[in-house]
């Protein structure tokens, strides 16, 4: 782990992973002490720079951020394709772990949270159920539990097509397909297993998932995009049912808070400030 330079007014920490993959965590840091540090998980297929306004009006706020990179995107050294593949596993025990050591050695002493847009919300929970370090909470935005049962029926079809299609290609070729990125096979073998079954379940990883989702504690806060189809109200209370020992907050955000934009699952990355003031108020609240 290298020490965080500037480039163009953004602090960057180099990371290298526990593989030799590399990529970049971007910090904002607020004037002053943090009141928290947040580690934030984009969406599939979303670069970490897209995430940039959400970071800065949290640190305006007083709210540190790391935004995570994505193996295969964005800063990543890695990109998927036939000869180079990656699940959950290796999010869960390398990525993850190294960007929130990471960014508790940038605030320490502070209080230190994970949280996530969509997918991204759903590994922040996996992380925090597994991780020896202490966390003040979990943010969940625009997130929920994939299983299929909680959509209309068609979307179990998604969870059949597209692992098959990512094993003929050699990876699932989401730009063209308009879903995700280019993502590993692996990555989709695994999304699409919790979208079966209602279950995460890793492929070669032995930490039973579920009772360690079932024996977290840190509080969540999840803010659901009412018009929303993807992270709909069913598959939220669904994610959050796994942790029963985590006391909640569940809000909706409207387009009258987003300054006329959809609340849909990526319009209020436009608005973001609404977002980051329910962040902080939960954080001040929960830190009392």
Same mark, same amino acid.
């Given at each position: ?118 997918? !991204? ?52 070729? !989401? ?39 079932? !024996? ?73």
């Amino acid at each position: 782990m290298s020490e965080p330079y500037t480039v163009g007014g953004l602090s960057v920490m180099p990371l290298r992973m526990a593989d030799g993959a590399r990529a970049d965590l971007l910090l904002f840091s607020p004037p002053g002490t943090p009141r928290a540090a947040l580690l934030w998980v984009p969406a599939l297929g979303v670069a970490a720079r897209h995430y940039e306004p959400l970071a800065q009006a949290l640190a305006d706020l007083g709210v540190a951020v790391g935004i995570h990179e994505w193996r295969g995107h964005g800063s990543s050294d890695q990109r998927a394709d036939r000869r180079s593949n990656w699940g959950y596993r290796t999010l869960l025990t390398d990525d993850l772990p190294t960007s929130l050591s990471a960014l508790a050695k940038a605030f320490p002493g502070v209080g230190l949270c994970v949280g996530g847009h969509s997918l !991204g919300g759903q590994l922040s929970t996996l992380l925090a159920s597994v991780t020896d370090l202490d966390l003040q909470g979990i943010i969940l935005v625009a997130s929920g539990s994939p299983y299929w049962r909680r959509f209309h029926p068609w979307v179990g079809l998604a969870y059949v097509a597209a692992p098959a299609l990512a094993r003929l290609v050699g990876r699932l070729p !989401g730009r063209q397909i308009g879903f995700g990125g280019n993502e590993a096979r692996g990555v989709i073998s695994d999304w699409a297993r919790s979208g079966r079954t209602g279950r995460y379940a890793v492929r070669g990883m032995a930490t039973d998932l579920e009772a360690a989702l079932q !024996g977290q504690r840190a509080p969540v806060l999840a803010l659901r995009l009412r018009d929303d189809w993807l992270g709909s109200e069913t598959s939220l209370a669904f994610l959050l049912d796994k942790m029963p020992r985590a006391p909640r907050r569940t809000e909706v955000i409207g387009p009258d808070e987003l300054a006329g934009a959809k609340a849909d699952h990526f319009a209020w990355m436009k608005v973001p400030a609404p977002i980051a003031s329910r962040i902080h108020d939960w954080l001040s609240a929960t830190a009392t």
